[in-house]
């Protein structure tokens, strides 16, 4: 999955889908995985094209600090590999780069592996995502 781009982060082979439409097939685009990053953030035009729903807004700081005011839209189904889940999404303008965060990461139980930068289940969790209940 995946590869490395000149700035570090990764960028890899992601699925969307309009839940309950399982059978339809998904939307499949590059997305920039970025663990500085929190939640998903998908372009107006791809929210649009999974018939998902802005739900509420939220307040959201970039990189340089600054902040503004995000719709948030959901539910989307978030695929990578063979892990699937839930999840909302910020809204950005129509053709905006696709992000994952951490939140997709940890859902998944995913992991950026070292040097390829690349996505890959947690060692400890090859078959399916383990989840922690302590």
């Known amino acids: 999955m995946g590869n ?3 700035d570090g982060r ?16 998904p939307l499949e685009v590059d997305a920039l995985v970025d663990t500085g990053a ?13 018939g998902a729903q802005i739900t509420r807004r939220a307040v959201v700081t970039l990189a340089d600090d600054t902040s503004l ?11 990578i590999g063979d892990r699937r889940s839930y999840f909302e999404c910020l ?13 997709v990461l940890e859902v998944l139980d995913l992991v950026v592996a070292p040097g390829k930068r690349t996505l890959a289940p947690r060692p400890e969790s090859p078959a399916y995502p383990s989840y922690k209940l302590k």
């Open 10 to 25: 990764s960028k890899d082979r992601v699925s969307y889908r309009k839940p309950l439409d399982l059978n339809v097939k």
């Open 69 to 79: 005011v995000m719709d948030v839209a959901g539910p989307i189904i978030v695929e």
């Open 4 to 6: 490395e781009r000149e």
């Open 38 to 50: 929190v939640v998903p953030l998908l372009g107006k035009d791809i929210v649009d094209r999974l």
């Open 91 to 103: 809204v950005a303008p129509v053709l905006a780069e696709p992000l994952m965060g951490q939140v």
